[in-house]
């Protein structure tokens, strides 16, 4: 099993509208918005550590920055945006 895969399984909770046995195609988009929008600063860093910061960097920025709609919520969208333009050299935005 994959560190991300541990990862979900770890975090199953989150995760309550997916099947067990789709659980290894969650894709990084719904992984990082989940973590993002309900996980704690704890599951964030850890998620930060597996994935690295500018990987998920650019999956919020792919789903924030090309749509007009997405669904992260409004103070979590902002708070991330400001804190991936900080920290993370040659973003998009």
Same mark, same amino acid.
């Given at each position: 099993? *994959? ?30 918005? *989940? ?59």
């Amino acid at each position: 099993m *994959t560190a991300i895969e541990t990862y979900i399984r770890q975090h199953r909770s989150l995760f309550w509208s997916v099947s067990d046995d789709k659980l290894s195609d969650i894709s990084d988009v719904l992984l990082v918005e *989940t973590i993002l929008n309900y996980g704690t600063l704890e599951d964030v860093r850890e998620l930060i550590k597996i994935k690295g910061l500018k990987s998920v960097a650019a999956t919020f920025y792919k789903t924030t920055v090309s749509r007009n709609r997405n669904n992260y919520f409004p103070e979590v969208a902002n708070f991330f945006n400001l804190y991936f333009k900080r920290h993370v050299p040659g973003n998009p935005v």
